[in-house]
Structures are given as structure tokens and as C-alpha cells.
């Protein structure tokens, strides 16, 4: 009986992981090609009606917005548990506190976060980074790249209490936005940022499972003041 309940709860397991998900190879490319046209656009038409912002001093921002995160693993309590990437859909959002070196150059602290269900568990995941901003000839473009810290918590479901799993690896960020000047102190700021995680080993109802990491494509629009 104690083995047919060890089967059961790593069937679970492999279930709450698997279900919904996508092959590495049907990697949604699609929806990757039609946020960057979109932000292509968008930027194009913001050079035309947008003058470059001013920069210098302190600056601090927040922003909200759609996340799709994909989590990936190199093996779990079966076989199968691995063999695909589940992706999961929810909220989004960023922090930023920093300074302005230049035009073209700034230095920030940024937190960006996300918050979903994969499958019946909830995922809580966060990057902590130190980031580089560069605005390419002092316009409104910026293009952002930063390593820090990545964390993941995750909530699993299960008689009794819920089994809760909390990690922190190493992270990495990368994204575009563009500068809209909404007065002499705020900037609105439409993003699409990368954010990836790796946690190593977490612990399912099941048993165990190793190389688990995060990419959360994050799609928001915050608001800077300086």
C-alpha cells in the first residue's frame, strides 16, 4: 500500500508539472515575433512624437503589466516529468531605484516579479539585479541588460497543509523600452523584458526535482520619476 501511495503521489506530481504543457521545439516563437513587431512599431512611431528625454540625478520607477513564464527541469520522479517545458501565464510587474550617469548611460537596482498558477500550484518568481541602462545616442530608445539573483516559490497542493518550496539561484534580465515624457519629472515607460532564473533542486509531493528554471517573457508599462 505504501509503495501504491509513493506511485499515486508521484503520478500527481508528474500530472500538476506536465499538464498544459509545450515542447521545447513548439517554443512559441510566434508570440515572441509579435511582441517585438508590435514594440518595432511602437518605438518607430515614438521617435517621431516623442522628444528626448533629459536625463540626470536620481530616478525611481513602477510598472505592471502580462507575464508568460516558462518552466523547464533536467529530471523528476518519473521519466516523462522532464520531457517538455510547462508554460503558465499571469502578473507582472518591476521596481527600479537608480541614477542617471548620462544621456546615454544609467545604473539601477531592479526587482521584477511574477505570479501565476502552473497548473494546480502557485509560482511566485522574482529577479533581483543590478542593471545597465543605455539610451543609443542620448534618444528615448533603451536597451537594458543586468545579473543578479533569482528566487521561486513554489506552492503545491496536498492533504493537509500545502507544500511550499522556496529557492534562489542565479538570474539574468534583458529587455527594450522607450522613454515617453509625460512632464518634467515622469516618464512613462512601455517594456518587453527576459527574465530568467535557475533554482536547481525543488521538492514536489512526488519527490524531487532537479534543474528547475524560470523565463518569463514580461510585457508591462510603468511610469519613472527623476
Known amino acids: 500500500m505504501a509503495c501504491s501511495r509513493a506511485s499515486s503521489s508521484a503520478t500527481s506530481a508528474v500530472r500538476l508539472w506536465r499538464r498544459r504543457s509545450v515542447h521545447l521545439k513548439?517554443?512559441?516563437?510566434?508570440?515572441?515575433?509579435?511582441?517585438?513587431?508590435?514594440?518595432?512599431?511602437?518605438?518607430?512611431?515614438?521617435?517621431?512624437?516623442?522628444?528626448?528625454?533629459?536625463?540626470?540625478?536620481?530616478?525611481?520607477?513602477i510598472g505592471a503589466g502580462y507575464g508568460s513564464n516558462w518552466i523547464s527541469c533536467d529530471r523528476g520522479p518519473t521519466p516523462a516529468t522532464c520531457d517538455s517545458t510547462t508554460q503558465a501565464n499571469g502578473f507582472a510587474g518591476f521596481f527600479k531605484i537608480g541614477g542617471h550617469l548620462s544621456e546615454t548611460f544609467s545604473l539601477a537596482f531592479e526587482s521584477n516579479g511574477w505570479f501565476g498558477s502552473v497548473e494546480s500550484a502557485d509560482l511566485w518568481q522574482s529577479n533581483f539585479s543590478g542593471v545597465a541602462y543605455y539610451y543609443p545616442g542620448g534618444g528615448n530608445l533603451m536597451l537594458r541588460g543586468g545579473l543578479g539573483m533569482a528566487t521561486a516559490?513554489?506552492?503545491?497542493?496536498?492533504?493537509?497543509?500545502?507544500?511550499?518550496?522556496?529557492?534562489?539561484?542565479f538570474g539574468v534580465t534583458a529587455g527594450v523600452g522607450y522613454d515617453f515624457?509625460?512632464?518634467?519629472?515622469?516618464?512613462?515607460?512601455?517594456?518587453?523584458?527576459?527574465?530568467?532564473?535557475?533554482?536547481?533542486?525543488?521538492?514536489t509531493p512526488g519527490g524531487e526535482i532537479t534543474g528547475v528554471s524560470t523565463l518569463v517573457l514580461q510585457l508591462a508599462v510603468g511610469v519613472t520619476f527623476q
Do not use: D
Not at 515607460?189 to 527574465?195: A, F, K, Q
Open 26 to 61: 513548439e517554443f512559441p516563437m510566434g508570440v515572441i515575433r509579435g511582441c517585438l513587431l508590435t514594440t518595432a512599431l511602437a518605438l518607430t512611431f515614438g521617435v517621431t512624437t516623442a522628444a528626448a528625454q533629459e536625463r540626470g540625478g536620481f530616478f525611481f520607477g
Open 153 to 169: 516559490q513554489f506552492s503545491f497542493p496536498q492533504p493537509g497543509p500545502s507544500l511550499v518550496t522556496s529557492k534562489t539561484g
Open 181 to 203: 515624457p509625460i512632464g518634467f519629472v515622469a516618464v512613462l515607460n512601455p517594456v518587453v523584458n527576459l527574465n530568467y532564473g535557475n533554482y536547481g533542486t525543488i521538492i
